[in-house]
Every structure is written in C-alpha cells, then in structure tokens.
Nanobody, 111 residues
C-alpha cells in the first residue's frame, strides 16, 4: 500500500501562486507521477505529469503557468501554480498511476 498526501491548497486571488505538494509513503522513483483536478459533477482531468526521467507534460490550459517537479529522495511531487485563473479552482489530486490516489487538496480562486 502506498499513501499519497497532498497539501498546499487554499484560497488564492486571481493571478496569484500556490505550490502543491504530494508526499508519498514509499518510493516514487519508478513511477510516472501526475496531478489531476476535479470539480463537482465533472470528470477528473489530468493537469500535469512527470516521468521517471524528469520529462513533463501539461494540459494545454496550464502550459506556461504550472510546473510539475519531483524529488525522488524526498518522495515528493510538486505542482507550482502561477498566474492562477478562476477556472483553476478545483480539488487537486496526485497519483502514481498504479491505482493510488491522495485525498486531494482544494484550490479556491477569488477574483
């Protein structure tokens, strides 16, 4: 069993920044790690992913604003969110793409 614990969400103004963290109870080095987000009534959508070699992918709407990174030694994945927009408001989840998800951290955006 792997536990993933997200943190760093909260209330942020439009244009502001947040850094989300996802701390794993076990090694993450062998996994593609990802951040997803979900709003009530909508399907969960991928935000960003970081492969084992450190390469990254992003959904188009966050390119140039969000940065995903990983620290395998700390067993932690980060999502730096900059220039936040109202449409970024959601609950953010991380996963190791092996069936394990965190409980989520909520991001609320005020205008």
């Amino acid at each position: 069993q792997v536990q993933l614990v997200e943190s760093g969400g909260g209330l942020v103004q439009t244009g502001g920044s947040l850094r989300l963290s996802c701390a794993a109870s076990g090694s993450i080095g062998d996994f593609v790690m990802g951040w997803y987000r979900q709003i009530p009534g909508e399907p969960r959508e991928v935000v960003a992913a970081v492969r084992t070699d450190g390469s990254t992918t992003y959904r188009d709407s966050v390119k140039g604003r969000f940065v995903i990174s990983r620290d395998n030694a700390r067993k932690t994945v980060y999502l730096q969110m900059n220039s936040i927009k109202p449409e970024d408001a959601a609950t953010y989840y991380c996963t190791n793409h092996r069936g394990f998800w965190g409980q989520g951290t909520q991001v609320t955006v005020s205008s």
